[in-house]
């Protein structure tokens, strides 16, 4: 009997130390976790930041170009035969130009 009591408390030390270690290697995994997000949170908000100004700057352009020349194309090339006469002459100019 005495030899099973032994082996009993010795088993119940090992769990108790596999306990311990994975309850710190559990904390270590999850600090871990923490630290790789708060990394990825920092390296990845300039690269956003950078995309959205980049994107405010290009729809900027765009309605800068659609009001500059939009507005005043569309309102010369809606008074009729001058404006598909512009078109056939642009068009025509352009094939010459690849076929070169």
Excluded: C, H, N, Q
Excluded at 60 to 88: A, I, N, Q, Y
């Amino acid at each position: 009997m005495k030899i099973l009591e032994t082996a009993r408390d010795i088993s119940i030390i090992v769990l108790a130390g596999l306990a311990l270690l994975a309850f710190f290697l559990f904390f270590w995994l999850i600090s871990s976790i923490i630290s790789f997000l708060r990394t990825i949170r920092e390296d990845l908000r300039p690269i956003l930041k950078a995309g959205e100004e980049t994107l405010k700057t290009a729809t900027g352009v765009f309605k800068l170009v659609t009001d500059s020349l939009g507005e005043p194309l569309g309102g010369f090339l809606k008074k009729g035969r001058r404006g598909t006469m512009v078109l056939r002459f642009v068009s025509r100019f352009l094939k010459r130009r690849k076929k070169k």
